[in-house]
């Protein structure tokens, strides 16, 4: 125990007169600490001749460019998706008429009156469609909606589209 305190004690001795810098590892020493690189060095100043030795590992440095956060990412991606024009399939089997939401009813349905139909035809009984009801589009009263009308029975239809 008497042997390695003394030992402890001598080494920092021998540090003192070198500096600050002999305790700061340079920046390329960083660089590879940080990939999880291993490097063994034993220092040229030491009291014995004896050289450096460092591994040649090349380093590698990453341009700003070619990095991004999650956000800038998403933006440069949507970006693209802005500038396509959205095309509509074409629908043979069904009919979509716009409507009004009249009232709310259990189980996602509604009743909806017809844009341009007489006031005599009855409210349409509407469900809400598959994606609306994943994307929690919410649909209330006085609400403006697309509704796709079978050609078999045109008093059900289902929701397909909110307006804004």
Request: aromatic share 6%.
């Amino acid at each position: 125990m008497k042997n390695f305190a003394i030992t402890i004690v001598a080494l920092f001795l021998l540090l003192i007169p070198r500096g600050i810098q002999s305790f700061t590892p340079s920046p390329n020493i960083r660089q590879q600490h940080a990939l999880g690189i291993p490097v063994d060095i034993i220092s040229a100043s030491s009291s014995s001749s004896s050289s450096s030795i460092v591994p040649s590992i090349p380093t590698v440095t990453f341009s700003s460019t070619t990095l991004f956060g999650k956000k800038e990412a998403r933006a440069q991606g949507n970006e693209s998706k802005r500038k396509k024009e959205r095309v509509k399939k074409v629908k043979d089997d069904v009919i979509e008429v716009e409507g009004v939401v009249l009232e709310s009813l259990p189980n996602a349905m509604f009743r909806c009156a017809i844009d341009g139909a007489p006031e005599t035809q009855e409210p349409v009984l509407a469900t809400i469609s598959g994606k609306i009801r994943k994307n929690f589009v919410k649909i209330l009263v006085g609400d403006k909606v697309l509704i796709e009308l079978s050609p078999y029975d045109l008093t059900r239809g289902r929701i397909t589209f909110r307006y804004r």
